[in-house]
T-cell receptor
């Protein structure tokens, strides 16, 4: 069974700050997904990573397969980035999520 | 191009009743996943279906829960004799290819409340 740990659990930051959310897992995987769950509950897929790094706008996701670790970065954070960020291993085993609040 | 549809969005049932949750995947997607999110907990995988087949039901409780994805119509998650502990948000997602690298598109969820 894959144990997926996210840190931090909760993060409050000021608008403009650089944000890092971490995800570690215990068993090797083929793909790691980052999801965003909005306050209203809707879930959006942000990235799928098999290796290396991906960038989309202000979001950057990296994965280190050997260390079983992935990070999600948000540059120039904005209040609209406030959401729960969830990592998922092979799309089926989820971390508990990081609750992010960006204050204006 | 409509996204994943789920209905109802909110469902209230009394203990012992049946709950039926429906999920229509995105057009062109034949792979459907169901997840449960308990209050203050993370998403938990329940079941993965392809048209007319259950591929992986390792996350389904052994009793009272069943799922289907018929040739025609939406996928249905059925909970018989609901109990208070079944109160949760149930999300479905669909994908085109069903591989672990495939993007899953999530529906808005059904919030089930058991009185």
């Amino acid at each position: 069974k894959n144990e997926v740990e996210q840190s931090p659990q909760n993060l409050t930051a000021q608008e403009g700050e650089f944000i890092t959310i971490n995800c570690s897992y215990s068993v090797g995987i083929s793909a790691l997904h980052w999801l965003q769950q909005h306050p209203g509950g809707g879930i959006v897929s942000l990235f799928m990573l098999s290796s290396g790094k991906k960038k989309h706008g202000r979001l950057i996701a990296t994965i280190n397969i050997q260390e079983k670790h992935s990070s999600l970065h948000i540059t120039a954070s904005h209040p609209r980035d406030s959401a729960v960020y969830i990592c998922a291993c092979d799309g089926l085993t989820f971390g508990k999520g990081t609750h992010l609040i960006i204050q204006p | 191009n409509a996204g994943v549809m789920q209905n109802p969005r909110h469902l209230v049932r009394r203990r012992g009743q049946e709950a039926r949750l429906r999920c229509s995947p995105m057009k062109g997607h034949s792979h459907v996943y169901w997840y449960r999110q308990l209050p203050e907990e993370g998403l938990k995988f329940m079941v993965y279906l392809q048209k007319e087949n259950i591929i992986d039901e390792s996350g389904m409780p052994k009793e009272r829960f069943s799922a289907e994805f018929p040739k025609e119509g939406p996928s249905i998650l059925r909970i018989q004799q609901v109990v208070r502990g079944d109160s949760a948000a149930y999300f479905c997602a669909s994908s085109r290819h069903g591989t672990v690298t495939d993007t899953q598109y999530f529906g808005p969820g059904t919030r089930l409340t058991v009185l």
